[in-house]
Protein backbone atom coordinates (compact mmCIF):
# COMPACT_ATOMS: atom_id res chain seq x y z
CA UNK A 1 0.00 0.00 0.00
CA UNK A 2 1.33 3.65 -0.77
CA UNK A 3 0.46 7.53 0.54
CA UNK A 4 -2.75 8.73 -0.92
CA UNK A 5 -1.08 11.11 -3.12
CA UNK A 6 -2.21 13.06 -6.08
CA UNK A 7 0.18 14.57 -8.55
CA UNK A 8 1.17 18.30 -8.42
CA UNK A 9 0.04 19.88 -11.91
CA UNK A 10 2.27 21.67 -13.71
CA UNK A 11 1.99 24.37 -16.06
CA UNK A 12 4.00 26.18 -18.46
CA UNK A 13 5.27 29.69 -17.22
CA UNK A 14 2.28 31.29 -15.81
CA UNK A 15 0.91 34.96 -15.27
CA UNK A 16 0.54 36.32 -11.84
CA UNK A 17 -3.67 36.74 -12.50
CA UNK A 18 -3.76 32.91 -12.79
CA UNK A 19 -1.41 32.00 -10.24
CA UNK A 20 -2.97 34.48 -7.94
CA UNK A 21 -6.70 32.80 -9.16
CA UNK A 22 -5.53 29.24 -9.36
CA UNK A 23 -3.03 28.44 -6.53
CA UNK A 24 -2.08 31.10 -4.17
CA UNK A 25 -6.11 32.16 -3.11
CA UNK A 26 -7.21 28.11 -3.13
CA UNK A 27 -4.10 27.57 -1.31
CA UNK A 28 -3.03 24.41 -3.75
CA UNK A 29 0.34 23.91 -4.71
CA UNK A 30 1.90 23.48 -8.45
CA UNK A 31 5.08 23.17 -10.42
CA UNK A 32 6.01 25.68 -13.03
CA UNK A 33 8.37 24.83 -15.94
CA UNK A 34 10.10 27.11 -17.96
CA UNK A 35 9.96 30.41 -15.80
CA UNK A 36 13.60 30.96 -15.10
CA UNK A 37 15.19 30.10 -18.25
CA UNK A 38 15.99 33.67 -18.84
CA UNK A 39 18.02 33.87 -15.53
CA UNK A 40 21.86 33.13 -15.01
CA UNK A 41 21.55 30.94 -12.51
CA UNK A 42 19.81 28.68 -14.91
CA UNK A 43 22.39 28.04 -17.24
CA UNK A 44 25.27 28.88 -14.53
CA UNK A 45 24.12 27.09 -11.38
CA UNK A 46 25.37 23.74 -10.52
CA UNK A 47 27.35 22.02 -8.19
CA UNK A 48 30.55 22.90 -9.57
CA UNK A 49 29.69 26.41 -9.92
CA UNK A 50 29.00 26.71 -6.48
CA UNK A 51 32.40 24.91 -5.46
CA UNK A 52 33.69 27.46 -7.62
CA UNK A 53 32.28 31.00 -5.51
CA UNK A 54 31.88 29.27 -2.42
CA UNK A 55 34.34 26.97 -1.96
CA UNK A 56 36.11 28.45 0.99
CA UNK A 57 33.11 29.19 3.07
CA UNK A 58 32.16 26.86 6.10
CA UNK A 59 28.65 25.42 5.37
CA UNK A 60 26.26 24.11 7.83
CA UNK A 61 25.24 20.13 7.96
CA UNK A 62 22.42 18.51 8.87
CA UNK A 63 21.81 14.73 8.29
CA UNK A 64 19.01 12.26 9.36
CA UNK A 65 19.97 11.77 13.13
CA UNK A 66 16.78 12.00 15.83
CA UNK A 67 16.21 15.12 17.51
CA UNK A 68 18.66 15.25 20.89
CA UNK A 69 17.36 17.04 23.94
CA UNK A 70 20.96 18.71 23.87
CA UNK A 71 20.58 20.38 19.99
CA UNK A 72 19.40 23.68 19.91
CA UNK A 73 16.71 24.87 17.33
CA UNK A 74 17.76 23.66 13.78
CA UNK A 75 21.42 23.80 15.21
CA UNK A 76 23.96 21.96 12.66
CA UNK A 77 25.26 18.84 12.81
CA UNK A 78 28.92 19.16 11.04
CA UNK A 79 30.42 21.80 9.70
CA UNK A 80 32.65 21.84 6.22
CA UNK A 81 34.16 23.62 3.52
CA UNK A 82 32.12 23.90 0.39
CA UNK A 83 34.61 22.80 -1.84
CA UNK A 84 35.23 19.76 0.16
CA UNK A 85 31.76 19.22 0.81
CA UNK A 86 30.52 19.10 -3.08
CA UNK A 87 33.46 16.39 -3.73
CA UNK A 88 31.72 14.11 -0.99
CA UNK A 89 28.22 14.80 -2.72
CA UNK A 90 29.75 13.34 -5.98
CA UNK A 91 32.05 10.68 -4.50
CA UNK A 92 29.64 8.85 -2.40
CA UNK A 93 25.72 9.03 -1.20
CA UNK A 94 25.83 10.69 2.07
CA UNK A 95 23.07 11.73 4.83
CA UNK A 96 24.31 15.32 5.32
CA UNK A 97 22.64 18.19 3.77
CA UNK A 98 22.59 22.01 3.71
CA UNK A 99 19.58 23.51 5.17
CA UNK A 100 18.67 27.49 5.38
CA UNK A 101 21.95 28.40 3.77
CA UNK A 102 21.59 33.02 3.40
CA UNK A 103 23.03 33.30 0.01
CA UNK A 104 22.91 37.10 0.42
CA UNK A 105 24.59 36.96 3.59
CA UNK A 106 26.91 34.73 2.66
CA UNK A 107 28.09 35.14 -1.20
CA UNK A 108 26.66 38.36 -2.56
CA UNK A 109 27.71 37.98 -6.18
CA UNK A 110 25.00 35.18 -6.26
CA UNK A 111 21.82 37.67 -6.38
CA UNK A 112 23.27 38.84 -9.78
CA UNK A 113 22.15 35.84 -11.51
CA UNK A 114 18.73 35.59 -10.05
CA UNK A 115 15.74 38.21 -10.51
CA UNK A 116 12.77 37.84 -7.30
CA UNK A 117 9.55 36.80 -9.63
CA UNK A 118 6.16 38.88 -9.62
CA UNK A 119 3.97 36.06 -9.01
CA UNK A 120 1.77 39.17 -7.35
CA UNK A 121 2.68 38.23 -3.66
CA UNK A 122 5.44 40.37 -1.63
CA UNK A 123 8.69 38.57 -1.32
CA UNK A 124 10.92 39.22 1.45
CA UNK A 125 14.01 39.97 -0.28
CA UNK A 126 16.27 39.37 2.44
CA UNK A 127 15.67 35.57 3.07
CA UNK A 128 16.61 33.50 -0.40
CA UNK A 129 17.74 30.44 1.68
CA UNK A 130 19.66 27.39 -0.33
CA UNK A 131 19.47 24.00 0.51
CA UNK A 132 21.63 21.09 -0.81
CA UNK A 133 21.71 17.30 -0.50
CA UNK A 134 23.48 14.00 -1.90
CA UNK A 135 21.62 11.17 -3.24
CA UNK A 136 18.83 9.56 -0.78
CA UNK A 137 19.70 12.08 1.34
CA UNK A 138 16.21 13.70 3.30
CA UNK A 139 14.57 15.62 5.29
CA UNK A 140 11.92 15.10 8.06
CA UNK A 141 8.57 15.44 7.42
CA UNK A 142 7.87 19.20 8.69
CA UNK A 143 6.40 23.24 7.97
CA UNK A 144 8.45 26.09 8.06
CA UNK A 145 7.85 27.92 11.20
CA UNK A 146 6.54 31.40 9.83
CA UNK A 147 4.11 29.24 7.51
CA UNK A 148 4.82 31.05 4.65
CA UNK A 149 4.12 31.10 1.08
CA UNK A 150 7.09 29.25 -0.51
CA UNK A 151 8.50 29.39 -3.87
CA UNK A 152 11.13 26.22 -4.20
CA UNK A 153 13.61 26.85 -7.43
CA UNK A 154 15.15 23.42 -8.00
CA UNK A 155 19.25 23.32 -9.57
CA UNK A 156 20.92 20.10 -10.86
CA UNK A 157 19.23 16.57 -10.51
CA UNK A 158 16.25 15.50 -9.36
CA UNK A 159 14.25 16.05 -6.24
CA UNK A 160 11.13 13.85 -4.41
CA UNK A 161 8.47 16.00 -2.79
CA UNK A 162 5.45 14.98 -0.76
CA UNK A 163 3.57 17.78 0.46
CA UNK A 164 0.45 17.74 3.12
CA UNK A 165 -1.90 20.47 4.00
CA UNK A 166 -2.43 21.66 7.90
CA UNK A 167 -6.42 19.73 7.82
CA UNK A 168 -3.88 16.33 7.48
CA UNK A 169 -2.38 16.85 10.83
CA UNK A 170 -4.62 14.37 12.48
CA UNK A 171 -2.85 11.39 10.41
CA UNK A 172 0.37 12.65 10.55
CA UNK A 173 1.66 11.50 13.72
CA UNK A 174 2.70 15.74 14.47
CA UNK A 175 5.04 15.95 17.72
CA UNK A 176 3.45 18.81 19.89
CA UNK A 177 5.49 21.87 20.80
CA UNK A 178 7.63 21.14 17.18
CA UNK A 179 7.14 21.13 13.73
CA UNK A 180 7.98 17.86 12.85
CA UNK A 181 5.79 14.14 12.38
CA UNK A 182 7.91 11.23 14.04
CA UNK A 183 11.32 11.15 12.89
CA UNK A 184 11.13 7.73 12.67
CA UNK A 185 8.27 7.36 9.53
CA UNK A 186 9.69 6.66 6.39
CA UNK A 187 7.71 9.13 3.86
CA UNK A 188 9.58 6.69 1.07
CA UNK A 189 8.37 3.61 2.45
CA UNK A 190 6.11 3.95 4.82
CA UNK A 191 5.15 1.28 7.55
CA UNK A 192 1.39 1.31 7.93
CA UNK A 193 1.04 -1.58 10.22
CA UNK A 194 3.16 0.66 12.42
CA UNK A 195 1.70 3.69 11.53
CA UNK A 196 -1.60 3.58 10.09
CA UNK A 197 -3.43 6.84 10.57
CA UNK A 198 -1.06 7.76 7.76
CA UNK A 199 -3.11 5.87 5.22
CA UNK A 200 -6.65 8.50 5.96
CA UNK A 201 -3.68 11.35 5.22
CA UNK A 202 -4.87 13.05 1.44
CA UNK A 203 -1.30 14.83 0.36
CA UNK A 204 1.09 15.69 -3.04
CA UNK A 205 3.64 14.99 -4.78
CA UNK A 206 6.21 15.40 -7.74
CA UNK A 207 9.78 15.22 -9.21
CA UNK A 208 11.49 18.19 -9.45
CA UNK A 209 14.49 19.14 -12.56
CA UNK A 210 16.77 21.82 -12.85
CA UNK A 211 15.00 25.46 -13.17
CA UNK A 212 11.52 23.69 -12.19
CA UNK A 213 9.81 26.39 -9.12
CA UNK A 214 7.11 24.26 -6.80
CA UNK A 215 5.01 26.50 -4.86
CA UNK A 216 3.83 25.65 -1.47
CA UNK A 217 0.93 26.90 -0.41
CA UNK A 218 0.78 28.62 3.27
CA UNK A 219 2.08 25.95 6.47
CA UNK A 220 1.92 23.12 3.88
CA UNK A 221 4.02 20.00 5.56
CA UNK A 222 6.63 19.22 3.38
CA UNK A 223 9.25 15.76 2.71
CA UNK A 224 12.00 16.34 0.42
CA UNK A 225 14.68 13.49 -0.71
CA UNK A 226 17.31 14.09 -3.34
CA UNK A 227 17.21 11.33 -5.71
CA UNK A 228 20.77 12.73 -6.98
CA UNK A 229 23.01 15.09 -5.65
CA UNK A 230 21.51 18.67 -6.16
CA UNK A 231 20.45 21.92 -4.69
CA UNK A 232 17.19 24.47 -4.31
CA UNK A 233 16.73 28.03 -3.62
CA UNK A 234 13.29 28.98 -1.71
CA UNK A 235 11.89 32.35 -1.57
CA UNK A 236 9.25 33.14 0.65
CA UNK A 237 5.90 35.17 1.07
CA UNK A 238 4.60 36.62 4.47
CA UNK A 239 1.07 34.67 5.42
CA UNK A 240 -1.64 36.22 4.14
CA UNK A 241 -4.27 34.01 6.36
CA UNK A 242 -4.85 36.17 9.49
CA UNK A 243 -4.97 32.46 11.54
CA UNK A 244 -1.75 31.05 9.98
CA UNK A 245 0.07 34.54 10.73
CA UNK A 246 -0.98 34.87 14.04
CA UNK A 247 0.57 30.55 14.51
CA UNK A 248 3.25 31.87 12.82
CA UNK A 249 3.99 35.12 15.43
CA UNK A 250 2.95 31.79 18.50
CA UNK A 251 5.77 29.74 16.42
CA UNK A 252 8.62 32.72 16.68
CA UNK A 253 8.44 33.74 19.51
CA UNK A 254 6.69 31.72 22.19
CA UNK A 255 6.80 27.64 20.89
CA UNK A 256 10.57 27.86 19.85
CA UNK A 257 11.22 29.56 23.15
CA UNK A 258 9.42 26.93 25.30
CA UNK A 259 10.37 24.31 23.48
CA UNK A 260 14.41 24.67 24.23
CA UNK A 261 13.68 25.50 28.13
CA UNK A 262 11.65 22.91 28.37
CA UNK A 263 15.00 20.73 27.10
CA UNK A 264 17.16 22.68 29.21
CA UNK A 265 14.48 21.62 32.63
CA UNK A 266 13.83 17.96 31.31
CA UNK A 267 16.13 17.20 28.69
CA UNK A 268 15.66 13.71 27.18
CA UNK A 269 12.43 12.89 28.99
CA UNK A 270 11.01 15.98 26.97
CA UNK A 271 11.56 15.00 23.50
CA UNK A 272 10.31 10.76 24.69
CA UNK A 273 7.06 12.73 26.00
CA UNK A 274 6.71 14.45 22.77
CA UNK A 275 7.41 11.23 21.04
CA UNK A 276 4.39 9.12 22.55
CA UNK A 277 2.17 11.99 22.48
CA UNK A 278 2.35 12.26 19.08
CA UNK A 279 1.18 8.26 18.61
CA UNK A 280 -1.19 8.67 21.50
CA UNK A 281 -2.95 11.79 19.88
CA UNK A 282 -2.53 10.31 16.08
CA UNK A 283 -3.96 7.00 17.02
CA UNK A 284 -7.00 8.79 19.22
CA UNK A 285 -7.91 10.82 16.35
CA UNK A 286 -8.10 8.03 13.76
CA UNK A 287 -10.36 6.33 16.36
Known sequence: MKLNLQN???????????????????????????????WPAYSKWSLDYMKAVAGEKIVPLYDDRPVDYKDGFNEPHAKMKMKDYVDLLKREPTRYRIFLWNVLKEIPKLQQDFSYPDFGLRL?????????????????????????????????????????DQKQNKYLYKIPHSLITREDIDFANPDFNKWPALKHAKGWTCELNHGEILYMPE???????????????????????????????YNVFVMRNYDNLMRRIKGQNWIDWKNNQALKRTVKQEI
Open 124 to 164: MKSLPMMFFGGSDSYTFMHYDIDLANIFHFHFEGKKQCILY
Open 219 to 249: GYWHYMRYLTPGFSMSLRAIARNPKHFSKAI
Open 8 to 38: IPRVKNIKKENFIKHYFKPQKPVVIEGFIED
